[in-house]
C-alpha cells in the first residue's frame, strides 16, 4: 500500500534547514487524525507557513491525493529561509507532488494581496520556542526555533495573516508549546470568530506540544469557552 505522508528517506536536507522532529511529527499525526474531514472538506487552495524541509506539506498533498490523480487541490509553501525553499522543492519533487514554494516572511508578506482570502487549509509549525527577541528572525537554521518572549512573537505575527488568508471555510492547524499560552492565543482566534480544538498532545521530557485546530465559528458567543479540550 502506498504511504499516505512523506518517507523520511526521501526528505531532503541542509544544515541550516529544519529538520523533521518531534513537532514535525505531531502536525503531520494531527492532518492524519483530521484526514477523513479534510477530504470531505474539498480545500481548493492550502498553505504551510515556514516549510522547512518540506515533510509537512508533501505529506498533506500526499495525503489529500485523489485515487484518480487529479489535480484539483493547489498547494503553497512558504519560509524566510531560502535554504529551506529549496529543500521543500526537493522533497516534493521526490514525492512526486507539486506546490509552488515562496520565499516570503509572514511578518510582510507579499501574499496577502494574492491569496487574500482563499486558503482553505493553512498549517504552520511556528518558531515557539520561548528566547530573547534579538534572536528572533535571524538568517539560517535559528529562525526555526527563535519565538521571542513566551515563543509568541512570530505566532502573533502569524495569527492576523492567517485570518487575512483564510477563506471563510478556511482551517487552521497550528503547533504550539504550553510555554506559549495556547489559551491566549484561542481567546485571540476567538475574537476574530474562530473555535478552536486540540487535534494532538504531546508530551515529552523537554516540551509539551498541542496541535490546535481552528475554524471559523458564525455562532460563537464572546464569554464562551469554545476550545474542546484544556490548554
Ligand atoms: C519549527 S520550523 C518547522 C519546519 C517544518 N514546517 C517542520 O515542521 O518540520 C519553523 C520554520 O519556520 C520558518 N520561519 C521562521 N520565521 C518565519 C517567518 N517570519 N516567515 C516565514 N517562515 C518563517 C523557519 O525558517 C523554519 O523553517
Redesign the pocket.
Known amino acids: 500500500m502506498p504511504s499516505r505522508i512523506a518517507q523520511i528517506r526521501l526528505v531532503s536536507g541542509h544544515p541550516e534547514?529544519?529538520?523533521?522532529?518531534d513537532?514535525?511529527f505531531a502536525?503531520?499525526d494531527a492532518l492524519l487524525a483530521d484526514r477523513k474531514n479534510l477530504l470531505e472538506h474539498q480545500p481548493v487552495f492550502c498553505m504551510?507557513?515556514?516549510?522547512?524541509?518540506?515533510?509537512?506539506?508533501t505529506s498533506l498533498a500526499i495525503m489529500l491525493k485523489k485515487e484518480d490523480n487529479a489535480a484539483s487541490v493547489s498547494y503553497f509553501a512558504?519560509?524566510?529561509?531560502p535554504h529551506?525553499v529549496r529543500v521543500t522543492s526537493e522533497t516534493l519533487k521526490a514525492h512526486t507532488v507539486h506546490a509552488e514554494v515562496l520565499c516570503?516572511?509572514?511578518?510582510?508578506?507579499g501574499l496577502e494581496t494574492r491569496l487574500w482570502g482563499k486558503v482553505d487549509v493553512m498549517?504552520?509549525?511556528?518558531?515557539?520556542v520561548p528566547t530573547p527577541e534579538d534572536e528572533?528572525?535571524r538568517e539560517?537554521?535559528a529562525?526555526?526555533?527563535?519565538g521571542g518572549e513566551n515563543g509568541r512573537t512570530?505566532i502573533d505575527?502569524?495569527l492576523p495573516v492567517a485570518d487575512k488568508l483564510l477563506s471563510k471555510k478556511g482551517w487552521l492547524y497550528m503547533?504550539t508549546l504550553a510555554a506559549n499560552n495556547p489559551s491566549q492565543i484561542c481567546l485571540f482566534m476567538k475574537e476574530k470568530g474562530y473555535a478552536s480544538r486540540i487535534i494532538v498532545r504531546r508530551s515529552t521530557e523537554e516540551e509539551s506540544l498541542h496541535v490546535i485546530k481552528f475554524w471559523r465559528d458564525p455562532d460563537l458567543q464572546v464569554g464562551e469557552i469554545s476550545t474542546i479540550g484544556s490548554l
Open positions: 534547514v529544519y529538520e523533521p522532529c513537532d514535525s502536525l503531520v504551510e507557513v515556514g516549510c522547512g524541509s518540506g515533510y509537512v506539506i512558504t519560509d524566510i529561509n529551506a516570503d516572511n509572514i511578518a510582510s508578506s498549517v504552520v509549525n511556528p518558531p515557539y528572533v528572525g539560517g537554521i529562525s526555526a526555533w527563535a512570530v505575527k502569524i503547533v
